[in-house]
T-cell receptor
Framework: DTGVSQDPRHKITKRGQNVTFRCDPI?????LYWYRQTLGQGPEFLTY????????KSRLLSDRFSAERPKGSFSTLEIQRTEQGDSAMYLC?????????????FGPGTRLLVL | DQQVKQNSPSLSVQEGRISILNCDYT??????FLWYKKYPAEGPTFLIS?????DKNEDGRFTVFLNKSAKHLSLHIVPSQPGDSAVYFC????????????FGKGNQVVVIP
């Protein structure tokens, strides 16, 4: 299977702890996106990378969140000092930039529950 | 500020009949529209897309219609099958270089055998 993969699929943590999620995009896709989805809502954009460069962050991404994409391949999303409001599904997507209008393909997501 | 809106959160349809999902948007700079299907505990799966230069795109049982003047698009599924039971999301992007997607809240579709 050469689709987008995410690890772990589920994470339960206590408030105040740090968590890190990993995303492996479709190989040769140069763009990687992170979204967050809460119950009853559609996914909301958090940030995106073109190769290894993080080019945009949403205002939803507080200082407790940091994302990296070393070497332009896999990406990690870290949440420090988790809060109960961080409980959500974190989705990763990748695409190949074809001068706009490219299709993003999503991974299965990481469901985070902060107790 | 919800730039992509999906009303009628749920839809029930008999197997073999047509399912019609509607989506409205407010941002006139959107030029690419996509529909995704999502099963519980899985990520969204891409279904079909349409560029703003077209008014219709067809792929098997799925057809998307775009009315730019009304800022409205719809997804037709015909014939509906039980495996189509899922949440469907409408998404849109503009051409400012990042192509981030703005999603609606989704429509739950239940296909009754």
């Amino acid at each position: 299977d050469t689709g987008v993969s995410q690890d772990p699929r589920h994470k339960i943590t206590k408030r105040g702890q740090n968590v890190t999620f990993r995303c492996d995009p479709i190989s040769e896709h140069n763009r990687l996106y992170w979204y967050r989805q809460t119950l009853g809502q559609g996914p909301e954009f958090l940030t995106y990378f073109q190769n290894e460069a993080q080019l945009e962050k949403s205002r939803l991404l507080s200082d407790r969140f940091s994302a990296e994409r070393p070497k332009g391949s896999f990406s990690t999303l870290e949440i420090q000092r988790t809060e109960q409001g961080d409980s959500a599904m974190y989705l990763c997507a990748s695409s190949y930039d074809l001068v706009g209008q490219e299709t993003q393909y999503f991974g299965p997501g990481t469901r985070l529950l902060v107790l | 500020d919800q730039q992509v809106k999906q009303n009628s959160p749920s839809l029930s349809v008999q197997e073999g009949r047509i399912s019609i999902l509607n989506c409205d948007y407010t941002n006139s700079m959107f030029d690419y529209f996509l529909w995704y299907k999502k099963y519980p505990a899985e990520g969204p799966t891409f279904l079909i897309s349409i560029s703003s230069i077209k008014d219709k795109n067809e792929d098997g049982r799925f057809t998307v219609f775009l009315n730019k003047s009304a800022k409205h698009l719809s997804l037709h599924i015909v014939p509906s099958q039980p495996g189509d039971s899922a949440v469907y999301f409408c998404a849109a992007s503009d051409d400012y270089g990042n192509n981030r997607l703005a999603f609606g809240k989704g429509n739950q579709v239940v296909v009754i055998p």
